[in-house]
Nanobody
Framework: VQLQASGGGLVQAGGSLRLSCAAS????????MGWFRQAPGKEREFVAA????????YYADSVRGRFTISRDNAQNTVYLQMNSLKSEDTAVYYC?????????????????????WGQGTLVTVSS
């Protein structure tokens, strides 16, 4: 599966942005999906994940309550709604997917078992 992220930009602290990730292929609903981010000088970190159907989600503590991951399987797209943005949310955001039929948990437990990465989209939050 090929992933294409978009929607990044410059926003003031307290503002909102919505990222989108479009996936190629006809089996999108067979893949759990996730978002990761990498801030300057830091390692890539997990942000959020969603199950194949969208019925289950999981968030990093740092974004829980502010960010919402969702998906539209008919449109082959996963979203990340980011509210109450903080300067520490500044990073390049990447959408990601594990192997087909793998549970979303492989992306946030242990070694970030990701098989597919999209290109990043930069989010800059000014304070």
């Amino acid at each position: 599966v090929q992933l294409q992220a978009s929607g990044g930009g410059l926003v003031q602290a307290g503002g909102s942005l919505r990222l989108s990730c479009a996936a190629s292929g006809r089996t999108f609903s067979d893949y759990a999906m996730g978002w990761f981010r990498q801030a300057p000088g830091k390692e890539r970190e997990f942000v959020a994940a969603i199950s194949w159907s969208g019925g289950s989600t999981y968030y990093a503590d740092s974004v829980r309550g502010r960010f919402t991951i969702s998906r539209d399987n008919a449109q082959n797209t996963v979203y990340l709604q980011m509210n109450s943005l903080k300067s520490e949310d500044t990073a390049v955001y990447y959408c990601a997917a594990p192997r087909r039929f793998q549970a979303m948990g492989v992306m946030f437990s242990g070694n970030y078992d990701v098989a597919y990465w999209g290109q990043g989209t930069l989010v800059t939050v000014s304070s």
